[in-house]
Structures are given as structure tokens and as C-alpha cells.
Nanobody
């Protein structure tokens, strides 16, 4: 099971940190991803991290602004989001990933946490 938190409403240029807690599986052995879905649009894979955190992936749309990390001792993954833009408004989900360089599976996502960026 995956459960996200940390979303909210912020102004343009603001920051948020999302968290994703995993349970019911061996978190430290699983690559993880963040996916977001804006209203009326399809899912966008934005970031992934390897089991130990050494390898990461970022979509061009968030590169340089978002940072993915994980704390395996807490079975938690994070997404630090800085310099937020209106186009970052979406429901953010965490997901298990087979590989860091591929999109995650389309099932088993957490319920999501809403991020709204106002101008």
C-alpha cells in the first residue's frame, strides 16, 4: 500500500515537500516513482529513484526544480518541489517502478495528494 501526503495550495514560486509511505512490502527493495495527473490530462511520469537512492530520473518539465529522495529506514519517499508553477497543479501519486528509466506500472498507485499552484 502507498499513501501520499504533503500537498496543498501555494503561490507561484513557492515550495512543497510531498511524502509517500509504503507498507505491506519490502520498501528498500523497490524502485519508486512519482506520477502526476492534471485535470483533463493523462498521467505524467515525473521522477523515479532506485532502491538505494543513487540513481534518479527527472522529466524535463521538473528538472532543476524538483528533488526526489527516500529514507528506507522510514519506508518513505519524498519529492521536494521548489519554484512551483501553475502548470505543476495536479494530483500527485507515488508508484512502484520496475526500472528507474521506465515509467511505473499503471496499477497500484497511491490515492494521491493534490497540489494547486495559484498565480
Amino acid at each position: 500500500q502507498l499513501l501520499e501526503s504533503g500537498g496543498g495550495m501555494v503561490q507561484v514560486g513557492g515550495s512543497l515537500r510531498l511524502s509517500c509511505v509504503g507498507s505491506g512490502f519490502t520498501f528498500r527493495r523497490v524502485n519508486m516513482s512519482w506520477v502526476r495527473q492534471a485535470p483533463g490530462k493523462g498521467p505524467e511520469w515525473i521522477s523515479s529513484i532506485s532502491t538505494g537512492g543513487a540513481t534518479t530520473y527527472y522529466a524535463d518539465s521538473v528538472k532543476g526544480r524538483f528533488t526526489i529522495s527516500r529514507d528506507n529506514a522510514k519506508s518513505t519517499m519524498y519529492l521536494q518541489m521548489n519554484n512551483l508553477k501553475p502548470e505543476d497543479t495536479a494530483l500527485y501519486h507515488c508508484a512502484k517502478a520496475v526500472r528507474v528509466d521506465l515509467p511505473p506500472r499503471s496499477d497500484g498507485w497511491g490515492p494521491g495528494t493534490q497540489v494547486t499552484v495559484s498565480s
